[in-house]
């Protein structure tokens, strides 16, 4: 643990406008803990709610490249921007995510742009706890707009749609990847849909089969419509076109006070998933629990008693007011 | 709430063998809930610790149909199963997966097979508890084996290795599907590989990426190898080496004690979830918590207090023994 005074140092930089100050809240955010709480409050008054825009869609869709593409186009309205790369914790991945990293490092020699890998613990409530902390640290650094990118087709992406304002899902006209996303439950979660690689052949009637399944969800009058964009990360093709869609999605939801909603409702999952960390904690910290789960999980072993019934023992030596 | 001699008798059934008094307790598990606990209850005695293979990979990689096919294999032993198709769950996907589910159903004529597909609730908790449920109502139904198959390449399927004994993942020579496995940090869950898809003329060297990264995870002297097997469902090609790979690895289980550890690991996870999803439910119904929040949001919404004053509030009306 840092002192106080060598922490408020690190802190005074970044509010200075330090780069390396601002790396180092980051990992400081990433290694959780109180240190990473008294960083938040000290920089409390510079956390205005930043816009978030999350990114997400299968495995290699080309998300790294399009949003690096796209972070210059908000660069040219001179819109500064952080960007968080969710990655799935692995020893194996150091080299396959290597290129990403890569692409993406091209952009950090612009002031404007702070990248961020974040490993995605996949605790309980892991990666939204960090995610969001490196967040408030973009937020205080004056930045505009937050990109989160998660890599994966499954839970991760739900929680990215629980901890941003815009979502925009990637695909490619490659292996059915329509009906995969719908599969995946991705339809319900996107604002935008990105079909990329859109020189491909099938890319415009994949884009009409997302298009169709669209029409498929009731929208209200006065809400937003999803749409479909067809892009080329590596050309730079229909990148414009997915700015001012998001631009629009961004003016909708100011104008519409969801962007005020959605900043309580991602508060408030903040507050939820730490205050359950912050148990689960305290529970395996506690002898009395620990010894009781000790004697009886040979019980619930040899189908002595459910787990149900330890679940109520455990239940019953939590008192909330 | 069907009436506690209503529910003895499905219960009966069930004991008697009845395939559909087996259907309702599985709906029954999918509502969750005290009407579950006591089905549990009821049938704890028949509850053995069923042996659990978990099937996981990207989306499109033929999961189904190799399924299927491996199950015939498991009939020709003799060996019963219960089949669990763990779906996210989607007002969009209902067609999509159809196809999936007729792929199952076929074997639904089998008395020997049970096949049931779950909704991933995606709540915290939510899939793995019934999940759980389900496993269970096969187990005390008698069969010898259960296959677990979840859709996804993100947090699902390190949720499936944390709930199975064996972990199959099911990968094409595909847009690099090697790469984006390391990526989803699937190799570290995997005790067998397996490139489907087995006549695709990059199936042998995507099989060869695949072992040659498995070479960079240390293995200890006596411990599993993991391994890539090249199958084709549709053909049913290798799929016979992979029942072999199965059987070896259910034997190491049980020969290094693994097997009994793990099942304890499975009793604690789903003990840890579900006394998380009750704690979480109480402190929703606190109305002194609930008040506190709502008076407390609009602080945390203003950047006044940071969301941990927040937590530590609420943290401090929980007394734990």
Same mark, same amino acid.
């Given at each position: 643990m840092r002192s106080a005074a060598k922490l408020d140092k690190i802190v005074d930089d970044f509010r200075a406008g330090n780069t390396a100050a601002t790396g180092r809240l980051l990992s400081i955010m990433e290694n959780g803990g109180p240190e990473a709480e008294r960083v938040i409050e000290k920089i409390l008054p510079d956390i205005k709610g930043i816009y978030r825009i999350g990114f997400t869609g299968p495995? @290699?869709?080309g998300k790294s490249t399009l949003i690096s593409r796209l972070a210059s186009y908000y660069r040219k309205q001179d819109e500064k921007l952080g960007i968080i790369v969710v990655d799935p914790s692995s020893p194996f991945s150091g080299g396959a995510l290597l290129g990403d990293r890569v692409r993406m490092q091209n952009?950090?020699?612009?002031?404007?742009i702070f990248v961020r890998s974040l490993a995605?613990?996949?605790?309980? @409530?892991g990666i939204s706890n960090c995610t969001d902390e490196a967040v408030d640290i973009f937020d205080a650094s004056g930045k505009d707009v937050v990109f989160i990118e998660t890599v994966g087709v499954g839970q991760s992406e739900l929680a990215v749609a629980e901890k941003t304002h815009t979502v925009v899902v990637i695909l490619v006209p490659e292996s059915g990847d329509g009906i995969q996303a719908m599969k995946a439950g991705l339809m319900e979660i996107g604002d935008i849909f990105v079909m990329n690689k859109s020189d491909h052949q099938d890319a415009g009637m994949a884009a009409r089969e997302i298009e169709a399944s669209l029409k498929m969800k009731r929208v209200e009058e006065g809400d937003w419509e999803p749409r479909v964009i067809l892009t080329s990360g590596l050309k730079d093709e229909g990148v414009d076109r997915l700015k001012e869609s998001l631009d629009q999605h961004r003016k909708y939801l100011e104008d519409s006070g969801l962007m005020k909603r959605k900043r309580r409702e991602i508060l408030y999952s903040r507050v939820r998933s730490a205050l359950i960390d912050r148990l689960d904690r305290r529970i395996r910290s506690s002898r009395r629990i620990t010894e009781l789960v000790e004697a009886r999980m040979e019980d619930v072993y040899h189908s002595r008693i459910s787990p149900y019934t330890l679940v109520h023992e455990i239940d019953s030596m939590i008192k909330i007011e």
């Open positions: 495995p @290699g869709a952009l950090s020699s612009d002031p404007g995605n613990r996949g605790t309980l @409530g």
